[in-house]
């Protein structure tokens, strides 16, 4: 990756809110993009649609490696509608679901073959992984909902606008 290339992403991201925040609600965004071929990738493992236009700008895809009843790992997928972006991170909660934490790689093995099914199924579709040190990329000049201007970032353009 290079300077070049997120410099225009930058551009891009600019372009996309200049009139103001993109709504997918009101722009008709299709809530079950690439819903086929991201459950197709999971394999056997559960895979729930959880896109909500609220705060976000993209489609959310979480993939569960385990049972709710003991301590299990979620894929989350995020599939940006500003541009041909995507991000992937693992989440492990313990058993009773309401404690959970990032984590670099799944306690079950399968999980990186699921992870390299969803990079090779959404680079197929044209998509480009945002590498993890862009996404904390600072972003003037854009306005957010939840997210002060000076807390504004790529990843939160791209992806889910929140507070802090």
Not at 87 to 108: K, V
């Amino acid at each position: 990756m290079t300077d070049k290339k997120l410099e225009r992403w930058k551009s891009a991201v600019h372009a996309a809110y200049a009139a103001s925040i993109p709504n997918g609600w009101l722009l008709g965004w299709d809530r079950t993009r690439l819903q086929t071929e991201i459950r197709a990738a999971a394999n056997t493992f559960e895979c729930s649609n959880a896109t909500s236009f609220d705060y976000s700008r993209c489609n959310r895809y979480e993939i569960q490696l385990g049972t709710k009843d003991s301590n299990h790992d979620v894929l989350t997928v995020l599939v940006s509608f500003i541009l041909d972006v995507f991000s992937l991170y693992w989440t492990t909660y313990e058993a009773d679901g309401r404690y959970g934490s990032t984590a670099s790689q799944p306690m079950l093995s399968q999980g990186k073959i699921i992870e390299e099914n969803v990079r090779r199924v959404l680079a197929k579709q044209g998509f480009e992984e945002v590498p993890a040190i862009w996404y904390n990329e600072p972003l003037s000049g854009i306005e957010l909902e939840l997210s002060e201007p000076k807390d504004v970032t790529l990843g939160k353009c791209l992806f889910d606008d929140y507070d802090g």
